[in-house]
């Protein structure tokens, strides 16, 4: 009974250190706002996002620059898509995740140096700051903040529950079993959370425009995602493939119990 114990607890521990990873991926893909031009380049990949911000500068620079605002609008647009563009928008990009996913509470503005540097001429200088139109979410706070206390309590948990698992002694081949169970348990939920959840369910809490930013995020670490997932299953499956051929091959090389042989002993006098 112990020992039965043992592996259902190790089990337990190896479940919930799935899903510690799990949600520390999602927080990764979906909920860590960065300056990196690498993640600008793949947030302005959306076109509602980049349309939203080449209209907005456009509209408020194409008068002082002498051009017309669809001209200006394409211009931007073309920009957006090049790195050395992606790494000039950077700033309020990032301020604009952040404020989306609650982690800030201060209005996102393009500042007249950034709107000189995005369109290239010193007139738009002298155009005052733009605010972009970005709402807090607030069902996408919670969730963030969820995510994150249960990373940090389901590891704790595991931890715990690996400890006391071994303290009561598991039987050979449990805790391989239990690896084998939890990286199984794992590929499926770095596939659900790392890719399915961001491009399914977060957009659908919102219509605003930004609500773009989790898909382009998910796909920019889809092949990553879908990698470790696939290790993880490959890992799982040697495991128990490993374990199962063990025990079977104990069983065949097991001598006769020991009351067995009393019992024919006993016979023979």
Known sequence: MRRSLAGLLLLISCVMFAVSISTWWLQQVAFSPSADTDITYSILGDDDIRGEVATLI?????????????????????????????????????????????????????????????????????????????????????????????????????????????????ERGEFTFAIAVGMGVLAVLLVLFGYLVPIGPLTALSDTTWMGVFPQLANRSRNTTLFVALVCAVIAAAVLLGTSGLRQRRQRSTPLSVGRYREQHSWSR
């Open 58 to 170: 456009a509209t408020a620079d194409a008068g002082e620059l002498g051009t017309s605002t669809a001209q200006l609008k394409e211009f931007i647009e073309q920009i957006s898509r090049l790195d050395a563009g992606a790494a000039l928008m950077s700033g309020f990009v990032s301020d604009a995740h952040a404020r989306l996913i609650g982690d800030s509470d201060e209005p996102v503005r393009i500042s007249a140096e950034e709107q000189y540097t995005i369109v290239r001429d010193e007139r738009a200088a002298l155009s005052p700051d733009i605010t972009l139109p970005v709402p807090e979410v607030s069902s996408l706070a919670l969730i963030n903040t969820t995510t994150w206390w249960l990373m940090l309590l389901t590891a704790a948990g595991g931890l715990l529950m690996l400890v006391v698992g071994f303290v009561t002694r598991p």
